[in-house]
């Protein structure tokens, strides 16, 4: 074999080493683009993953602070709501208690009520000897009842009359006036007590408005503002 076929074979050998390299190199770099481009996809799709739950975080933080707006709003409401209506009661309790202050005018009507209010607070005591206050502009009317409505409980409890002390000391407080709107204040009425005062019977008008006021006050709700659920 002479050079120049020598020659002719390198070259051959070159061109086809050449060649494999160029494929080699073409199978990397496609091998390696598309290795980016699956990666990169992958990137994208995480990232897109991350956005998309960041969303619906931010999404849900905010429902949950509608929900919680709503609820608050929705409280507040409501508590307007009883705000306006305990007022209306409040108002109409206070309407009562005014005219509490016309019982008294009537003397001859008063006095008889005065007399019932004592009768059966002694029937509730049921003692032989009982300490009564009453407010110092009513004290003589309590006096002239005095004697039938000790008879009319001793009548009803079928015992002897007992004995009935009036506290000239101690008072029940005067009517309320608009001077001293924030003293303490009796419409009328009586108080009795056992001798020893471990028992009492609070009997003023004002006392019996809060009880009236207490037991009928659902009734009253369902009057003014209907059936409301719970």
Known sequence: MNDADVSKQIQQMVRFIRQEAEEKANEISVSAE????????????????????????????????????????????????????????????DAASKELLSVSRNHHEYRNLLKELIVQSLLRLKEPSVLLRCRKEDEHLVENVLDSAAQEYADKAKVHPPEIIVDNQVYLPPAPSHHNSHEPYCSGGVVLASRDGKIVCENTLDARLDVVFRKKLPEIRKLLFGQVAA
């Open 34 to 93: 598309e290795e980016f481009n699956i990666e990169k996809l992958q990137l994208v799709e995480a990232e897109k993953k991350k956005i998309r739950q960041e969303y619906e975080r931010k999404q849900k933080q905010v429902e949950v602070r509608k929900k919680i707006e709503y609820s608050m709003q929705l409280n507040a409401s409501r508590i307007k709501v009883l705000q306006a209506q305990d007022d209306v009661v409040s108002s109409m309790k």
